[in-house]
């Protein structure tokens, strides 16, 4: 009887420790994807994106990240001149659509 307890203590002990070992992990693995490490160089068609976003002022490299309709996000260089024009555009689109549904 008293092996089995052991036992059985040990296992909650187990997963007890790879269950926070889990947390610590996410929390981290979040900030980095929060992130960009490198930019998407080629041009992504912009019928293709959904939305976009900026990465965190925490970050060590300021980034746009759009958001296709696949839902793959892509890292891009702000300064870019057809990034820039992709964001005026998105920002429209949303102006106009938002636009069209405070009217109905």
């Not at 980095?32 to 998407?40: E, P």
Request: aromatic share 4%; hydrophobic share 40%; glycine share 4%.
């Amino acid at each position: 009887m008293k092996t089995l307890t052991a036992l059985l203590l040990l296992g909650l002990l187990c997963s007890l420790h790879k269950t926070s070992a889990q947390g610590v992990m996410g929390i981290s693995a979040m900030s980095a994807i929060d992130c960009c490490v490198k930019f998407h160089t080629k041009r992504i068609p912009l019928g293709a994106v959904i939305s976009v976003s900026r990465t965190p002022s925490s970050c060590p490299r300021q980034a746009l990240v759009f958001t296709t309709k696949k839902k793959i996000r892509y890292c891009v260089d702000p300064s870019q001149a057809w990034v820039q024009s992709h964001v005026t555009k998105i920002e429209s689109r949303s102006m106009t659509s938002s636009t069209t549904i405070a009217t109905n």
